[in-house]
């Protein structure tokens, strides 16, 4: 881990939080107190920040510097606020495409559909705050850095995200395996959300109950299914395929 990654300190890290740096991940010792620590959770409930509590061992093994209990580990972009974004995509006329990720944890698999969707005119990549990917140094080496120039939107869950989309007039499309629909009968036309589970677990039960339509993917060969960076590449170039033979913008 590159020094610039992370900073530590009580007061480095207050200051930090309240200049706006992005926070990817922030680590507090367990039995921290005191009139600095109170302050520091003050700002993490103002500014919606949350953190995971570890013993100092974890801290040590980060650094051994007087890191005071607390590290923050920063973050390579700054996330954008999907109701804001959303908002802005309608205001500006454009058709929105957004790809969710649900429970996503592999980096390289994480840049890889980051690649994808900036070459696809994805408006937006969707990521949860807690037990989901972040957008950290390696994951923008992996994405080439389409990381760097595509909006990615850290909401407090993927349920919650997807409610708002459908609620903002997105149809919500589940890709998984299991569904019997086949992914080129569906129409993407309108504003559209891909839903892409992890690999191990699919895409959760809650969300999956949340989405407007399933549709799998073919499979003939005797793997079960594809790697979740490829499902994704070709559920997004079926959506610009569609859009481009309507003759809609794609952008």
């Given at each position: 881990m590159q020094p610039t990654d992370y900073?530590?300190?009580l007061r480095a890290v207050i200051e930090a939080i309240r200049e706006g740096k992005a926070i990817d991940k922030l680590f507090i010792k367990k039995d921290l107190q005191g009139d600095l620590a109170s302050e520091l959770f003050g700002l993490m409930r103002e500014n919606h920040i949350v953190a995971q509590r570890v013993p100092?061992?974890?801290?040590?093994?980060?650094?051994?510097?007087?890191?005071?209990?607390?590290?923050?580990?920063?973050?390579?972009?700054t996330y954008h606020n999907l109701g804001h974004l959303v908002t802005g995509?309608?205001?500006?006329?454009?058709?929105?495409?957004?790809?969710?990720?649900?429970?996503?944890?592999?980096?390289?698999n994480f840049g890889a559909i980051a690649r994808t969707a900036e070459c696809c005119g994805v408006n937006a990549l969707v990521i949860a705050e807690r037990?989901?990917?972040?957008?950290g140094a390696d994951a923008v080496k992996t994405s080439a850095g389409a990381l760097l120039t595509l909006p990615v939107c850290r909401e407090r869950s993927v349920a919650g995200a997807v409610?708002?989309?459908?609620?903002?007039?997105?149809?919500?499309?589940?890709?998984?395996e299991k569904a019997d629909y086949n992914y080129t009968m569906g129409n993407y036309d309108g504003p559209v959300a891909l839903v892409m589970g992890a690999e191990d677990t699919g895409i959760?039960?809650?969300?999956m109950a949340l989405c407007d339509t399933r549709v799998s993917i073919p499979m003939f060969g005797h793997i079960g299914s594809l790697n979740v960076s490829v499902a994704a590449g070709v559920m997004m170039y079926e959506v610009v395929r569609q859009r481009l033979n309507a003759d809609l913008e794609v952008m």
């Amino acid at each position: 881990m590159q020094p610039t990654d992370y900073i530590f300190g009580l007061r480095a890290v207050i200051e930090a939080i309240r200049e706006g740096k992005a926070i990817d991940k922030l680590f507090i010792k367990k039995d921290l107190q005191g009139d600095l620590a109170s302050e520091l959770f003050g700002l993490m409930r103002e500014n919606h920040i949350v953190a995971q509590r570890v013993p100092v061992e974890r801290l040590n093994r980060i650094t051994r510097r007087n890191h005071q209990g607390v590290i923050a580990m920063l973050s390579a972009v700054t996330y954008h606020n999907l109701g804001h974004l959303v908002t802005g995509l309608y205001d500006d006329g454009v058709l929105p495409f957004v790809v969710v990720l649900d429970g996503i944890t592999d980096v390289r698999n994480f840049g890889a559909i980051a690649r994808t969707a900036e070459c696809c005119g994805v408006n937006a990549l969707v990521i949860a705050e807690r037990g989901s990917v972040s957008v950290g140094a390696d994951a923008v080496k992996t994405s080439a850095g389409a990381l760097l120039t595509l909006p990615v939107c850290r909401e407090r869950s993927v349920a919650g995200a997807v409610r708002f989309l459908k609620d903002s007039g997105f149809q919500v499309v589940a890709v998984s395996e299991k569904a019997d629909y086949n992914y080129t009968m569906g129409n993407y036309d309108g504003p559209v959300a891909l839903v892409m589970g992890a690999e191990d677990t699919g895409i959760s039960p809650e969300v999956m109950a949340l989405c407007d339509t399933r549709v799998s993917i073919p499979m003939f060969g005797h793997i079960g299914s594809l790697n979740v960076s490829v499902a994704a590449g070709v559920m997004m170039y079926e959506v610009v395929r569609q859009r481009l033979n309507a003759d809609l913008e794609v952008m």
